[in-house]
């Protein structure tokens, strides 16, 4: 199990990494792109499919085509863990010593895209000052590992329980295993 957590896991987390690396150096290089989150989290879904095929992997090659709803959900979670940690540290890594002042640009996105949605002035002031408030918490590196998680993981749990449902599969009743 630890073998196939490792091989998707690291491919999971090597794709949202290069993508998180990539959109922060987008953002940065063009403050005012038009972003769509819907297509984001589409692709985070689809990236996370990973964990499908992990699961259905060590099904398939290791337990004989059986694999208990626990059991699979306990091999996607871990994928999905495994993924969002290598998300987590490489996104984090490339902020604090590549790009510290994205969170100025990132503002600046959000104002500039709020601006295009119509805000009054007032909604511009009190928006600015939410993303200055989370610009200070997010010096504490506690706070920033765990808003990283939070950015990827629940879509990461989800996707390996949906899997799970999929691909669990009981063996014939006269042929029972350990699961």
Known sequence: MK??????G???GAILAIHAVYMMSLLMDNPDMVSNDLVGYVAMVVVFSLTFFGIRNYRNKYLN????????????????LLGS?????????YYYLFVPDF??????HVLSMA???????????????ELAQFKELYKNPLFAILISY????????VVAFVSSLF?????????????
Do not use: C, W
């Open 3 to 8: 073998k196939n957590i490792l091989i998707f």
């Open 10 to 12: 690291l491919i999971l």
């Open 65 to 80: 085509g059986f694999i208990s709803l626990g059991h699979a959900f306990k091999t996607g979670a871990l994928i999905a």
């Open 85 to 93: 940690t290598l998300y987590v540290m490489v996104g984090l890594s």
């Open 103 to 108: 969170l100025d640009k990132y503002t600046q």
């Open 115 to 129: 601006t295009r949605n119509g805000a009054t002035p007032a909604e511009l002031d009190a928006k600015a000052a």
């Open 150 to 157: 939070a950015e990827v993981l629940p879509v990461g749990l």
């Open 167 to 179: 691909l669990k599969r009981k063996p014939p009743v006269g042929n029972q295993q350990q699961v």
